[in-house]
């Protein structure tokens, strides 16, 4: 399932709700991405999305975490507009029958999340606020999944 | 007739992040249009990294409008 | 916070505990290891621990994972006893600035915990019982880490 | 004099998990005088990746036993 939500949310909550009555699932694998504080240097993070737009493409990827691993279900909660430091942002949740299957799709879920994803950031801080791009580390990151031979 | 939406830094450069009613009978013409009203929005609308979706599909080139379209500028996406 | 128990344990309620108050974190992974029903075959696994040992030995690695990953954090809850299908058998969850350092942690963990740590562990089934061994994916899955070269 | 402690299949095959006050100067003597008592059970403590802790460490090889020392018998791990 694929929310957006203007609503903090509690990552243990859907962790709990993901992970309840899955007794021939064996492995569950999540990921939680918080808003950071920069040593005072962010005081709020505001994300914007296209609604419609940007849960079919988040779908899409989903969609295609399933045809490369092994899942039995997935879970993703991304907030929009305007998040506090230490507030959970995104959250991702794999369910596989094997270990390495729940990770790797957790993993790669997050790195599009975090790179490609139709989302617009900007950072309000005592200093005013700025539009924040992709880091490097992030490409990189996601370009790992094109050097690879679907599994 | 088309809707338009602008997201992040575009929506920030305009002033606006939606109108709707604009006549303009293709992507090209209403680029043009808005280029006129604002010569530093029309700019970064063929800015890099700029893509449009025309009807929450990303599009390429220029493609005629139908009536009550939904068009969206699209800068550079930051990922969650 | 490395703890065994005999006691069943929701991974969500862990997971709210573990993620509240970090506003400097940015990332945490978590994994959770399900106890499978084996479509009927198993209906409890007992998991027996040799108390002291088992959590001395789960300390070392997880010094080491302090070592090799920049973790800010890490929390690992492992059951003892006997565990109904569904029932989480493990729970593993790791906080850090970067999104890779809390996934490959949570992973070299994980690793461990299945293939190596201190534990002995019989499935109770209808044909009655009998101890098991690591799956050759597990001994697979630990070598990796051998073979790279500390990070 | 030991306390003597064996887990997973080692505790079913002897029909016990936990002894005390075992009369023994080393832990070859102890394996020694377990095998007299049960002969199946002394082969399995020195089967195939049997490993043996003195007081919560490994040891290997034969070695002294202290007073009130744990002795525990660990076949192969399973992991959790």
Do not use: N
């Not at chain 1, 949310?9 to 309840?20: H, R, T, V």
């Not at chain 1, 369910?95 to 950072?123: G, I, N, T, V």
């Amino acid at each position: 399932m694929i929310t957006l939500t203007e609503e903090p949310f509690d990552p243990g909550a859907l962790l709990s709700e993901f992970s309840k009555g899955r007794s021939e699932v064996g492995a569950v694998a999540t990921f939680t991405g918080l808003a950071r504080a920069e040593a005072g240097g962010t005081t709020i993070l505001e994300l914007e999305a296209y609604p419609g737009f940007t849960e079919a493409a988040i779908g899409q990827i989903a969609d295609e975490a399933r045809a490369r691993f092994e899942l039995d279900d997935l879970m993703i909660r991304h907030r929009i507009g305007k998040i506090a430091p230490g507030e959970a942002i995104v959250f991702v949740a794999t369910a596989a029958r094997h270990r390495r299957a729940a990770f790797e799709a957790c993993d790669f879920l997050m790195d599009y999340l975090k790179s490609r994803a139709p989302f617009w950031k900007k950072a309000h801080g005592p200093d005013g606020e700025h539009w924040i791009e992709p880091r490097a580390e992030d490409h990189r990151d996601i370009a790992r999944w094109d050097e690879e031979t679907p599994q | 007739m088309a809707r338009v939406l602008l997201f992040g830094p575009l929506r920030d450069l305009a002033g606006w992040r939606e109108r709707d009613g604009i006549e303009a009978a293709s992507i090209g013409a209403l680029k043009a249009l808005l280029a006129k009203e604002d010569a530093r929005l029309g700019a970064a609308l063929s800015g890099p990294g700029v893509q449009v979706a025309l009807d929450q599909a990303i599009v390429r080139g220029d493609q005629p409008i139908g009536p009550r379209a939904e068009v969206a500028f699209l800068p550079p996406m930051s990922g969650g």
